[in-house]
């Protein structure tokens, strides 16, 4: 009985230690419906509501913007938020926000919703 007690009570204090899920990326980087971690907030994009950005092989008089549309999940609660490229979106420990979205755009290519890549970052506080 004790040689089955002791690995139990050797690994009892790693219950108590908080794990992210490995589900969820821990990079900022993300896909559509793919968490990731961004500071203390987990982030899923889950659709791209504008993509006016200007093409790459085009000229423009506005370089265009980026709104995803996005679950973030702070202290265990979830809210669903318009983040848009470039643009911090205040949240109450911080500001979590778009700052890259891949690939860019081209008139001769439509971007897939598979296809596009994101990344969030995080300023606390």
Known sequence: MKKLLLPL?????????????A???????????EATRAGPVTVRPVDVVEDSRCPMNARCIWAGRVVVS???TEDGRKQERKLVLGEPALL?????MLDTVEPPTRTDTPIRPQDYRFH????GR
């Open 9 to 21: 009570i050797a690994f009892a204090p790693l219950a108590a230690c908080a794990t992210i899920p």
């Open 23 to 33: 589900d969820i990326r821990t990079d900022g980087f993300a896909r559509l419906n």
């Open 70 to 72: 996005a679950v973030i």
């Open 92 to 96: 109450t420990s911080g500001s979590v």
């Open 120 to 123: 969030f970052s995080w300023t």
